[in-house]
């Protein structure tokens, strides 16, 4: 995977769906004010408003041409039931040619598989597959994007993998014992999702917040629509708001508490981008703002760690 990437990119699933109403021109503008912020890595998935966010990518990059050093990383196999069997050669090319058509591209950068059946990570065929849309120029890299450390391992182990998207955050730290080391010794790269723990380690909620009914933190707080473990992290939400009440003594002066929560990942050995969501470009610009803040000390590194221990690592380690 391309080193030259910021370090923090852009997770475009708000741009598509799932996060309650954002326009396109709302999210045109947040496109724009992460790029001026420095931001070069955009993670996208062919199933966020069903192409929606892709299409809002393509028109961006149809303004934005050649020069402006975007990487544009996207997802595919979630627009069909999951079934192992789903995962060929002849279903791949027709969804990369969707999401050339989105994008507006020739060559997708990076293709990622969207958190498929654990059966699909230890499958020959399938990388075989990929590799085929490499040499057709279809796609320019492939990776994953998993639910467990189990899945990641089975990833990094296979030669032509270039990146693993995994749950990485100050209330998810599991891959950090054998994820991040084994992507290392690999030459992978790591992509940290659901950095804010779904906004939890923003500081900004509370026993009180209200999430609209279209809007994941809502209707998937249970896993009813999917995993689990990609709402709130997978932490019961009044556990990560005391989790998160903890945690805000260590904020550096002047860094808010979301700038910390995405430091805390920078600081870890392996981490290649870490990809927050935003839902206006007043939120890209102070995620990407959070790159420029000095590493934490190790004295906050051991109270988050604290933190967890005591309260998360009971409840969720074992589960991805």
């Known amino acids: 995977m391309d080193r030259d990437s910021?370090?923090?990119?852009?997770g475009a699933w708000q741009l598509g769906a799932d996060w309650g109403e954002v326009s396109e021109d709302t999210a045109f503008a947040t496109l724009a004010a992460a790029v001026e912020a420095g931001v070069t890595f955009i993670d996208t998935a062919d199933v966020y408003g069903d192409g929606r966010s892709e299409?809002?990518?393509?028109?961006?990059?149809?303004?934005?041409?050649?020069?402006?050093?975007?990487?544009?990383a996207t997802k595919m196999g979630r627009r069909v039931e999951q079934d192992p069997a789903a995962y060929t050669l002849n279903?791949?090319?027709?969804?990369n040619d969707r999401s050339r058509e989105n994008l507006g591209v020739d060559t997708l950068d990076?293709?990622?598989?969207?958190?498929?059946p654990t059966a699909v990570?230890?499958?020959?065929?399938?990388?075989?597959?990929?590799?085929?849309l490499v040499q057709e120029k279809r796609i320019a890299a492939y990776g994953v994007s998993v639910e467990t450390c189990e899945e990641a391992l089975a990833a990094i182990a296979r030669p032509g993998i270039a990146s693993v998207q995994i749950i990485l955050n100050a209330l998810r730290?599991?891959?950090?014992?054998?994820?991040?080391?084994?992507?290392?010794?690999?030459?992978?790269?790591?992509?940290?999702?659901?950095?804010?723990?779904?906004?939890?380690l923003s500081g900004r909620y509370d026993e009180?917040?209200?999430?609209?009914?279209?809007?994941?933190r809502t209707y998937n707080r249970h896993g009813g629509s999917f995993d689990v473990g990609e709402t709130f992290s997978g932490v019961e939400y009044h556990i990560g708001l005391e989790a998160v009440r903890r945690l805000t003594p260590l904020v550096p002066e002047g860094a808010t508490t979301a700038q910390f929560a995405l430091r805390w990942i920078l600081d870890q050995p392996a981490v290649t981008v870490v990809i927050p969501g935003a839902r206006n470009p007043e939120q890209a610009q102070a995620n990407a703002a959070a790159a420029d803040l000095a590493p934490l000390s190790p004295e906050a590194h051991e109270q988050v760690k604290a933190v967890y221990d005591e309260l998360i690592r009971p409840q969720i380690h074992h589960r991805w």
């Not at 279903?91 to 969804?95: D, G, K, S």
Request: contains cysteine; hydrophobic residues 40%.
């Open 110 to 116: 990076l293709v990622q598989l969207h958190c498929p």
């Open 6 to 10: 910021s370090v923090i990119g852009l």
């Open 121 to 132: 990570f230890h499958t020959d065929q399938v990388y075989e597959a990929l590799d085929t």
């Open 208 to 216: 009180n917040t209200h999430f609209p009914e279209n809007d994941h």
């Open 55 to 72: 299409q809002i990518i393509g028109r961006f990059l149809r303004e934005h041409p050649a020069g402006n050093g975007l990487t544009v």
């Open 173 to 200: 730290h599991k891959p950090l014992e054998e994820v991040l080391p084994a992507a290392a010794e690999a030459g992978v790269g790591i992509i940290a999702r659901v950095p804010l723990a779904s906004g939890l």
């Open 91 to 95: 279903n791949f090319r027709e969804w």
